[in-house]
């Protein structure tokens, strides 16, 4: 994508709020979603996972919706991004778009302000310009009986090229001449649409001194490639024959990046919430053959191996991704770069599989030689990413000597460092340990450099198979709030929050690992690492985010709208640093500081990072606990306001056992 599209826009707090009062979540929602209304709230089925009877509420008083089947909530904003895969500024600028406002950008440079605006209309231009092409290359396609026989012959039907826009670039070398007044616009160059000679080389009317210029894409099928927004950003083009390249794609543009973009994820989006998965391959033909066979959920990379921009796309949509390859070397290799890609990303909520066909099958031929059944029951044995990462790690590896097993153990170090921190990481450990005849805690000891934070051996695994493994000293320390009934506000309470946690022990210690100090405490603050903790428990989350922003996609949607509802100058950080993971994910400090310029909330942001020692890494265990402990507060505050509907109000009852289910378990 352009990086002017990308361009980060500090936008004002207070607008959030004034664009989220006049915005009416039941009118955005309900443009798809299918709402009735139930008591106080709108009902309907979850437009985020499968199901049959409606679990998913809309409250027009709150402007706040909540599934109770899979936990989905939000605001109007979360909800744009949510389902229509916006990133935060997009999502905000769309809604505002809506109601008529306009994002105020006072905080940004001229420079910037002129910057941007130059980017959007370029970006509106070129989409403009790729879109009247697009209609164009359907036109053709009507009058293309070559084109139709080829498209029947693989088994498509006029309704499925209509949902995909197929069309066809007809022979010659100027057929666009014919669409486009001025062939010689320089904006038919910069779209991919049309290529140009060198200055000098005599073009097709003979003009001397010109540079020789024609299609880019001529004799094709054509296959208009979206963005999430549905706006053409490109093409693909395969050949009705043999020839070569068989397919040919747009090149990079100012709008297209064919190593973030995924062919079909616009048109699948839906069906990535119904059939629960993504399910990745390798062409387009793929996508709409499969989406006329009943799998909708298909996308496609575009003839470049998979990339972290990708996998990171695709979870804004699902929580599982599988991946397709041919059974041979070369869809051994293209799934080796897939898994290089996803390792990051695949935290304990996540599943990420691997598909190898047989190798006389792509998907296409699979599923209409065993149907629907018997392709669904083919991907439901795909190979899980643990398993593919530890035949990763010993491909080659004689595991029957001491050398075979020390050469995989180096393999997986790298490959398990990329994990995010969480039980899928601390099992495999285990696995990698067993495979190569060496204790976990010893293993971390040779990797002691790549994992830094499993020091304290809390992430290792006792020595005898079958134990449980030793719980974090933290975990017994947050205390049952049986009886709460205080205020959510409460939690911006420093003291209040300190209160909630145990108390010292008569030695001057605590029952487990505390995280505050009630106000007038005489106990110095505790020390971790080397390092003094500030007394703010959001400042100990925001600095852990701030130095290790990927640690945001581990926390839940849950946990998402409960740090970005915290007031300045922390809910307003959070919410901006939840924007750029959106627009270029996770950055390094030096970037996010560059990003942070004019911010309302800059100088506090600095602060804190100028109160870390260098060379110190910010806690997750505890970073853990004290987003755990918020949840508790917040979820039995929930109970509380449920507490006078539950009886009258089937939904706020079960919602109501569904938060008790969870404090017991927690």
């Known amino acids: 994508m352009a990086s002017g599209h990308n361009t980060a826009v500090a936008i004002p707090q207070s607008f959030i709020q004034e664009l989220l009062a006049r915005a009416d979540v039941v ?4 443009r798809y979603v299918q709402l009735k209304k139930g008591g106080a709230n709108f009902m309907g089925l979850c437009p985020f996972h499968g199901e049959k009877s409606p679990s998913f509420s809309v409250s027009p008083s709150k402007q706040f919706y909540h599934c109770f089947g899979c936990g989905k909530n939000g605001n109007a904003i979360s909800f744009l991004m949510e389902h229509g895969g916006m990133t935060f500024v997009e999502a905000v600028k769309d809604l505002a778009q809506q109601y008529g406002l306009q994002v105020p950008e006072d905080d940004v440079s001229p420079q910037e302000r002129a910057r941007a605006a130059q980017a959007r209309e370029q970006q509106a231009t070129l989409t403009s310009v790729l879109e009247k092409a697009g209609i164009a290359y359907i036109k053709h396609l009507r009058n293309a009986p070559r084109a139709i026989d080829y498209l029947k012959g693989r088994g498509l039907s006029g309704e499925i090229a209509k949902t995909f826009g197929l069309g066809y670039a007809p022979e010659g070398w100027r057929a666009l001449a014919s669409v486009f007044p001025d062939y010689n616009d320089p904006l038919l160059v910069e779209s991919g649409l049309v290529i140009t000679g060198e200055p000098g080389e005599e073009n097709a009317q003979g003009k001397s ?3 020789k210029r024609y299609d880019r894409f001529r004799d094709r099928i054509m296959f208009p490639i979206r963005n999430v927004k549905g706006e053409c950003i490109g093409f693909g083009g395969r050949v009705l024959g043999d020839e070569k390249p068989k397919y040919l794609n747009s090149p990079e543009t100012p709008v297209f990046s064919k190593g973030r973009e995924l062919y079909g994820l616009f048109e699948a989006r839906t069906a990535l919430r119904e059939h629960g998965y993504a399910l990745v391959t390798e062409g387009y033909m793929d996508v709409v053959a499969l989406a006329q066979l009943g799998f909708a959920n298909a996308v496609a990379t575009l003839g470049t191996a998979c990339t972290a921009d990708h996998v990171q796309k695709l979870f804004r949509f699902t929580d599982s991704v599988v991946f397709s390859f041919d059974g041979d070397s070369a869809g051994r290799r293209a799934a080796r770069k ?3 890609a996803a390792l990051p990303f695949a935290t304990d909520v996540r599943t990420v599989k691997f598909l190898f066909l047989p190798a006389e099958h792509d998907p296409d031929s699979y599923i209409r030689e065993h149907g629907q059944e018997g392709f669904a029951a083919y991907v439901a044995k795909a190979v899980p ?86 719980q974090p000293e933290y975990a017994d320390a947050a ?38 100090a009630k106000p007038g405490a005489s106990r110095p603050p505790r020390r971790i690492a080397g390092r ?19 640690s945001w996609d581990k926390l839940s949607g849950e946990e998402h709208v409960l740090l970005s509802e915290l007031p300045a100058p922390h809910g307003p950080l959070f919410v901006w640093l939840e924007s750029q993971l959106h627009e270029h ?4 400090w030096a970037a996010l500081r560059e990003g942070l310029r004019e911010h309302p909330q800059e100088k506090h942001a600095i602060d804190q990072i100028a109160q870390l020692h260098e060379g110190i890494e910010c806690d997750w265990n505890e970073v853990r606990a004290i987003l755990d402990q918020l949840l508790k507060l917040k979820r039995q505050q929930e109970m509380v306001d449920l507490l006078p509907r539950v009886l009258a109000d089937p939904a706020a009852r079960q919602r109501y056992e569904e938060l008790s289910a969870l404090l017991k378990n927690s």
């Open 27 to 30: 009118d955005i929602v309900g």
């Open 209 to 211: 001194g010109e540079a």
């Open 338 to 340: 897939a898994l290089d």
């Open 385 to 470: 990413l643990s398993k593919f990462m530890l035949d990763a790690a010993g491909e080659g590896c004689d595991l029957d000597t001491a050398e075979g097993r020390a050469h995989m153990a180096s393999n997986a170090r790298p490959l398990w460092s990329l994990l995010p921190d969480g039980t899928l990481k601390h099992q495999l450990l285990a696995e990698i340990a067993d495979t190569v005849l060496i204790d976990s805690r010893e293993l971390l000891q040779i990797w002691q450099p790549a994992a830094p934070h499993y020091k304290n051996s809390s992430s290792s695994r006792p020595q005898g198979k079958g134990q449980r493994p030793k």
């Open 479 to 516: 205390p049952h709030f049986e009886e709460f009934s205080g205020n959510f506000a409460d939690l911006h309470d420093e003291g209040a929050y300190a209160a909630s946690l145990p108390a010292p022990s008569a030695a001057g210690g605590s029952a487990g690992r505390s995280f505050g």
């Open 532 to 550: 003094v903790l500030p007394a703010g428990r959001e400042d100990r989350v925001l600095r852990l985010m701030l130095t290790d922003p990927q």
């Open 585 to 588: 994910g996770p950055q390094p």
